[in-house]
């Protein structure tokens, strides 16, 4: 019986030593922002501001857009996301913030109000981020690519003023998240820069 009890008590202490060696430890999650200042804009508009008011909205819904997700695309084309690097928030709702201090920054609009708010304003920006990925596909080293569609429109009456689209890509250092995010970062800086001087040029509404 003693023996008996020996043997089970031997069996159970391998079990647990090999057991614990064959536990996986899970990596750490990596989380990555979108940086909110713009480092092209300046005040552009000695004159004043180009628009009284303006209200920042965001339509195109999509996984890419509205999730916490890193995505890539491979070089099969297969669109996924990174398994242990996140934003630290969705990618519409850091590129709202940065936008709308790029609009403050730059005076092109005497008041801007995001998306949260019902605020009654000349003007509407339509904001469609169509794509926001490191690209793979092409082979070589990655890309950043950000593209986006901009339209303004007039509150009064609905009209569509402008349309404009804007693309950007950077290639990254590293081909792995953080070298994504960079060169994200780098492409976002110029789509945002890029949008405030189509603004500019555009002619000024009359209430």
């Not at 928030?89 to 801007?112: N, Q």
């Not at 708010?117 to 990925?133: M, W």
């Not at 492409?187 to 189509?198: E, K, L």
Request: one cysteine or more; aromatic letters at 8%.
């Amino acid at each position: 019986m003693k023996r008996s009890q020996t043997a089970l008590c031997v069996m159970a202490a391998i079990g647990v030593l090999f057991g614990g060696c064959s536990v996986k430890k899970t990596p750490p999650v990596h989380f990555y922002y979108l940086s909110q200042s713009t480092p092209q804009i300046g005040i552009s508009s000695p004159s004043g501001p180009k628009f009284d008011s303006m209200r920042i909205t965001f339509s195109h819904a999509s996984r890419v857009s509205e999730s916490t997700s890193i995505y890539y695309i491979d070089k099969a084309f297969k669109e996924q996301p990174y398994s242990f690097s996140r934003w630290y928030d969705t990618v519409d709702t850091m590129f709202e913030s940065k936008l709308l201090l790029a609009l403050k920054k730059s005076a092109t609009v005497k008041s801007v109000a995001g998306s949260g708010t019902a605020a009654d304003t000349e003007t509407v920006l339509e904001i469609a981020i169509l794509d926001f990925v490191q690209d793979f596909s092409a082979g070589g080293p990655s890309r950043g690519k950000v593209v986006v569609l901009a339209s303004l429109v007039r509150s009064k009456d609905g009209k569509s003023i402008a349309t404009g689209l804007f693309e950007e890509h950077e290639t990254a250092k590293t081909q792995n998240a953080e070298g994504g995010v960079a060169a994200l970062n780098r492409a976002a800086d110029r789509v945002v820069a890029d949008i405030i001087a189509w603004l500019q040029s555009l002619e000024a509404q009359k209430s």
